[in-house]
C-alpha cells in the first residue's frame, strides 16, 4: 500500500497589525497650548494713578496665552506667549541646545528671582513683590544657560530699562537645589508634589543713561502643604526713583522709589488649612528715605473645577511721606 505524500504546509506569517496613530496625538507631541486668566476688583486708599482720584477699578489683569514646542525633526524650540489684557507680547524666544545647556534668542524674563521668572498667573499673591517685579515683562536679548542635578545657571544680556538709552542690561543667575525639587504645577497656587528646597543669586547691571545695578538672594522651601520664599535686594550707586501711586505698590513701576545702597527684601509664606484653603502672608521692606513697607494677608480658594481659583487680598501700605493706606482686592484666576 502506497503511502500519501506528506505535505509541509508552510509556516504561517502573522503580519503585524497597522498602527495609525491619531492626528491629535501627533500634534501634542510637538505643540503645548496653555494660559491664565485673572480678573481683580480693587479698592485703594491712595489715589491709582497720576492725575486721577480714582480709588476703585475693576480689570482683567491678566490674559496669558501661550503656545510652546519644537521645530518637527529638529531640536529648535520655541514659545510665544501673548497677554491680551495689556495687548503686550510676553515672550517669543528660540531656544538650542549648546553643549551641555542652552541658548535662548528673542523675547524673554530675565533669570532674575523666582517670583520674576514664574508667570504671575502661578503666584500665590494677586501680584509680584516689589522685587520680583523689576523685571516681570520679557525683553529682547540672548541666554545661555545650563543645569546639573544641584546646580542652575543663566545669563542674559539684554534691552536696557530706562526708556531713553535703552542701553544693556546684564542679568546673571546661580541656582543650588538643597532639597530635591518637585515639578512645578501650571495651575495657578497649586502646592508641588513633594518637598523642595533653593538658594540663589542674581545679579544685574543696566548701563542705559539712568543705569542701575544690583545684586539680589532668593531662598524657596515648598512642600504639599506649605511654602517659604525670602528676597533681599543690595541695591548699588545708581538707582532711578519714580512717583508714589498706588499702582507702584501693585508692581507697575520697577525701581520707584528705591534709593541707592539700600536693601529691601520680602518674606512670604503660605499653608494650606483646609482642602481647598489656603491663607498666605507677605511682609515687604522698601528700604527707603521714607520707610515704606507693606503687608499683604491673602486667603484662597480653589473651586471644585480644579484650575479656578478664588482670591480674596488685603494690603497696608505704611510711608512716612504719604501716611498709612490699604488696599483690598478680589481676585478670580484660571490656569489652562
Same mark, same amino acid.
Given at each position: 500500500?502506497?503511502?500519501?505524500?506528506?505535505?509541509?504546509?508552510?509556516?504561517?506569517?502573522?503580519?503585524?497589525?497597522?498602527?495609525?496613530?491619531?492626528?491629535?496625538?501627533?500634534?501634542?507631541?510637538?505643540?503645548?497650548?496653555?494660559?491664565?486668566?485673572?480678573?481683580?476688583?480693587?479698592?485703594?486708599?491712595?489715589?491709582?494713578?497720576?492725575?486721577?482720584?480714582?480709588?476703585?477699578?475693576?480689570?482683567?489683569?491678566?490674559?496669558?496665552?501661550?503656545?510652546?514646542?519644537?521645530?518637527?525633526?529638529?531640536?529648535?524650540?520655541?514659545?510665544?506667549?501673548?497677554?491680551?489684557?495689556?495687548?503686550?507680547?510676553?515672550?517669543?524666544?528660540?531656544?538650542?541646545?549648546?553643549?551641555?545647556?542652552?541658548?535662548?534668542?528673542?523675547?524673554?524674563?530675565?533669570?532674575?528671582?523666582?517670583?520674576?521668572?514664574?508667570?504671575?498667573?502661578?503666584?500665590?499673591?494677586?501680584?509680584?513683590?516689589?522685587?520680583?517685579?523689576?523685571?516681570?515683562?520679557?525683553?529682547?536679548?540672548?541666554?545661555?544657560?545650563?543645569?546639573?542635578?544641584?546646580?542652575?545657571?543663566?545669563?542674559?544680556?539684554?534691552?536696557?530699562?530706562?526708556?531713553?538709552?535703552?542701553?544693556?542690561?546684564?542679568?546673571?543667575?546661580?541656582? %543650588?537645589?538643597?532639597?530635591?525639587?518637585?515639578?512645578?504645577?501650571?495651575?495657578?497656587?497649586?502646592?508641588?508634589?513633594?518637598?523642595?528646597?533653593?538658594?540663589?543669586?542674581?545679579?544685574?547691571?543696566?548701563?542705559?543713561?539712568?543705569?542701575?545695578?544690583?545684586?539680589?538672594?532668593?531662598?524657596?522651601?515648598?512642600?504639599?502643604?506649605?511654602?517659604?520664599?525670602?528676597?533681599?535686594?543690595?541695591?548699588?550707586? %545708581?538707582?532711578?526713583?519714580?512717583?508714589?501711586?498706588?499702582?507702584?505698590?501693585?508692581?507697575?513701576?520697577?525701581?520707584?522709589?528705591?534709593?541707592?545702597?539700600?536693601?529691601?527684601?520680602?518674606?512670604?509664606?503660605?499653608?494650606?488649612?483646609?482642602?481647598?484653603?489656603?491663607?498666605?502672608?507677605?511682609?515687604?521692606?522698601?528700604?527707603?528715605?521714607?520707610?515704606?513697607?507693606?503687608?499683604?494677608?491673602?486667603?484662597?480658594? %480653589?473651586?471644585?473645577?480644579?484650575?479656578?481659583?478664588?482670591?480674596?487680598?488685603?494690603?497696608?501700605?505704611?510711608?512716612?511721606?504719604?501716611?498709612?493706606?490699604?488696599?483690598?482686592?478680589?481676585?478670580?484666576?484660571?490656569?489652562?
Amino acid at each position: 500500500m502506497v503511502e500519501p505524500p506528506v505535505v509541509v504546509e508552510p509556516p504561517v506569517v502573522v503580519e503585524p497589525p497597522v498602527v495609525v496613530e491619531p492626528l491629535q496625538k501627533v500634534e501634542e507631541e510637538l505643540l503645548d497650548f496653555g494660559g491664565h486668566f485673572r480678573g481683580v476688583y480693587l479698592s485703594s486708599d491712595l489715589a491709582l494713578e497720576r492725575g486721577s482720584e480714582d480709588t476703585i477699578r475693576s480689570d482683567i489683569r491678566l490674559a496669558h496665552l501661550h503656545v510652546q514646542g519644537r521645530l518637527a525633526g529638529t531640536s529648535v524650540g520655541f514659545r510665544l506667549e501673548q497677554d491680551f489684557a495689556s495687548q503686550e507680547l510676553e515672550q517669543a524666544y528660540f531656544s538650542l541646545p549648546l553643549g551641555e545647556g542652552g541658548l535662548q534668542v528673542g523675547r524673554f524674563r530675565s533669570p532674575f528671582t523666582v517670583s520674576n521668572m514664574r508667570d504671575e498667573g502661578t503666584l500665590f499673591f494677586l501680584e509680584r513683590s516689589r522685587i520680583g517685579a523689576l523685571f516681570g515683562e520679557g525683553r529682547k536679548g540672548v541666554q545661555a544657560l545650563g543645569s546639573s542635578p544641584s546646580l542652575d545657571w543663566a545669563i542674559a544680556l539684554q534691552e536696557g530699562g530706562d526708556g531713553i538709552g535703552q542701553d544693556l542690561l546684564t542679568v546673571a543667575r546661580v541656582t %543650588h537645589d538643597f532639597l530635591t525639587p518637585s515639578e512645578l504645577s501650571d495651575t495657578p497656587g497649586a502646592r508641588t508634589s513633594s518637598a523642595s528646597g533653593s538658594i540663589s543669586a542674581s545679579g544685574f547691571m543696566d548701563t542705559s543713561i539712568e543705569g542701575s545695578d544690583g545684586l539680589a538672594l532668593d531662598l524657596r522651601l515648598s512642600g504639599e502643604a506649605h511654602s517659604l520664599g525670602v528676597e533681599v535686594l543690595f541695591l548699588g550707586d %545708581h538707582v532711578y526713583t519714580g512717583n508714589g501711586y498706588a499702582t507702584e505698590w501693585l508692581g507697575k513701576r520697577r525701581l520707584a522709589n528705591l534709593r541707592p545702597r539700600s536693601v529691601p527684601w520680602a518674606m512670604q509664606g503660605a499653608i494650606l488649612i483646609l482642602p481647598r484653603w489656603e491663607a498666605g502672608l507677605r511682609f515687604q521692606d522698601s528700604d527707603n528715605a521714607a520707610r515704606e513697607s507693606r503687608v499683604d494677608v491673602a486667603l484662597s480658594h %480653589h473651586s471644585l473645577l480644579g484650575a479656578l481659583r478664588w482670591t480674596g487680598q488685603y494690603s497696608q501700605l505704611r510711608s512716612d511721606t504719604r501716611g498709612d493706606a490699604g488696599i483690598l482686592q478680589l481676585g478670580l484666576g484660571m490656569g489652562f
